[in-house]
C-alpha cells in the first residue's frame, strides 16, 4: 500500500468522506533514517524524519492534499494562502492537479529560491510583498473572510489534520513513540499537528507512549519564547521568519501536555546543525529543518536530554530549495580549473606528489 497518499492510508483517522476528491501525489511514507555517527558522539538514539522526500519536497503536502481535496468537495473553485515559500509551493502543485486557481502571498526578497520558482512553475498567481509573511497572513486571513478564496494557511483546520499522519508514521516506522520527538516551529501549525496525531495514535493502541515534545524557534523570531510577537522578525532560516504564530496556543498546550519545552536557537547554531546533518549523516535538509537537530544538541549539553534516549528530529523541508543559503554556508567554492589530466592530478594530490 506504499504507493497511495496519506488520504487513502490514514482514512479512518481523516475527515475523509465518498463525495471527497480522490487526490494524492504520493506524500507521506518518508524515510526515518538512523543517524549513526551523531547517534554515537552525542550518546543518542538519533533518527531523522525527512519530509524532504514528500513530492514538493517539505511536510506541507501531507496537510495541503486534505485541505485542497476538502476545499473542491465543498465546491470551491480558488484557494489562498501566506507563506514563507513550502505552502505556497504545495498548495500550487495540489491546486493545479485539481484545475483549481490559486493565489499565493509570500514576502518579497525572503523567499528561497527553490520555493518561488516552484509556485510559479505549478501555475500559481504569486504576489510578492513588501511586507513579512505576518502581515500577508493577516491580509490572507481577512480577505478569505469575504470573498470566496478558501483559506490554506495551517489556520485551516485540515491541515492539521493531514500534518498529523507524520506522528502516525513515526510510531509505525519505530514500533511505538519515540522518548522525544524535536521540530522547528514557525507558524506553530506542524508541532500542534504532530501532538495531535500522537495522542490520537496512543488512543488507538497504536503507540504505547507519547513522546516529550520539544520545538524550537529561530532565536530572532522567538515570540513564544519571548512571550511576545516578534515586529520584524530577522534569521537565515527563511522558512520560519515568523513573529507572530497563528497557532501560539496550541503549541504551547502541546510541550505542556507533553512535558517538553518551547526554546530557540540561533542563526549560527542552526547552520551548524544544517552542515553537521548534510556531512555526517548525508542528509541535505533546508535551513529551517535543521532546527530541530540544533535544538537537541543545545538540550543536550544543557543536560536537558539523558544519554541514550531515543529522538526524532523532523527535518521539515529539503536542502535544494534554498541553494543561495547552501553555497554560503558551505563556504567552499569549486575549483575552476583546465580541463586537463596532470592539472586535476595536481589538484588532489598537491604539487609536490606529483
Ligand atoms: N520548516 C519548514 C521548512 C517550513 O517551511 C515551515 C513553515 C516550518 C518548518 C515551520 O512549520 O509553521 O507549522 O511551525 N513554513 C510555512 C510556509 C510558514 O509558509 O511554508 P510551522
Known amino acids: 500500500m ?9 482514512r479512518e483517522y481523516l475527515p475523509v468522506t465518498d463525495k471527497t ?37 517539505s511536510f506541507k503536502d501531507r496537510g495541503m492534499v486534505v485541505a485542497i481535496a476538502k476545499a473542491a468537495e465543498e465546491g470551491s473553485q480558488a484557494v489562498m494562502c501566506a507563506s514563507t515559500g513550502n505552502t505556497s509551493a504545495s498548495a500550487a502543485a495540489y491546486a493545479a492537479r485539481l484545475g483549481l486557481r490559486c493565489v499565493v502571498v509570500v514576502p518579497d526578497q525572503n523567499i528561497a529560491l527553490g520555493k518561488l520558482s516552484q509556485a510559479l512553475v505549478y501555475g500559481a498567481e504569486v504576489l510578492a510583498v513588501r511586507g513579512n509573511f505576518d502581515q500577508a497572513l493577516e ?7 469575504r470573498y470566496p478564496f478558501t483559506l490554506v494557511n495551517s489556520v485551516n483546520p485540515y491541515r492539521i489534520e493531514g500534518q498529523k499522519t507524520a506522528a502516525f508514521e513515526v510510531c509505525d516506522q519505530l514500533g511505538t513513540a ?6 522547528p516551529v514557525g507558524n506553530a501549525g506542524n508541532i500542534t499537528a504532530y501532538w495531535k496525531g500522537f495522542v490520537e495514535y496512543h488512543q488507538a493502541g497504536k503507540s504505547d507512549r507519547l513522546p516529550k515534545m520539544v520545538g524550537f524557534e529561530a532565536e530572532g523570531a522567538a515570540a513564544i519564547v519571548r512571550g511576545e510577537r516578534v515586529k520584524e522578525p530577522e534569521t537565515v532560516a527563511t522558512a520560519i521568519r515568523i513573529g507572530n504564530p497563528a497557532s501560539w496556543d496550541s503549541a504551547v498546550k ?13 542563526d549560527e547554531e542552526i547552520l551548524e546543525a544544517y552542515l553537521e546533518i548534510a556531512r555526517r549523516e548525508g542528509i541535505f535538509a533546508e535551513p529551517a529543518s535543521a532546527a530541530s537537530w540544533a535544538g537537541v544538541k543545545k538540550m543536550r549539553k544543557q543536560g536537558l536530554i539523558p544519554a541514550g534516549s531515543r529522538v526524532v528530529c ?3 523541508g529539503n536542502g535544494l530549495k534554498d541553494p543561495g543559503t547552501a553555497i554560503d554556508a558551505a563556504a567552499a567554492e569549486p575549483k575552476v580549473l583546465d580541463c586537463d589530466e596532470s592539472v586535476i592530478l595536481e589538484a588532489i594530490m598537491g604539487a609536490e606528489e606529483v
Open 254 to 266: 502541546a510541550a505542556e501536555e507533553s512535558q517538553g519545552r518551547i526554546d530557540s536557537v540561533t
Open 178 to 183: 519515540p522518548d522525544i520527538l524535536a521540530i
Open 21 to 57: 476528491p480522490e487526490l494524492s501525489l504520493q506524500e507521506g511514507n518518508t524515510p526515518l533514517l538512523r543517524g549513526d555517527q551523531l547517534s554515537e558522539e552525542y550518546e543518542l538514539d538519533v533518527y531523522f524524519k525527512v519530509e524532504g522526500f514528500n513530492p514538493t519536497g
Open 314 to 316: 523532523v527535518l521539515t
Open 2 to 10: 506504499n504507493n497511495q497518499g496519506i488520504m487513502a492510508r490514514y
Open 139 to 145: 491580509i490572507v486571513r481577512n480577505l478569505t473572510e
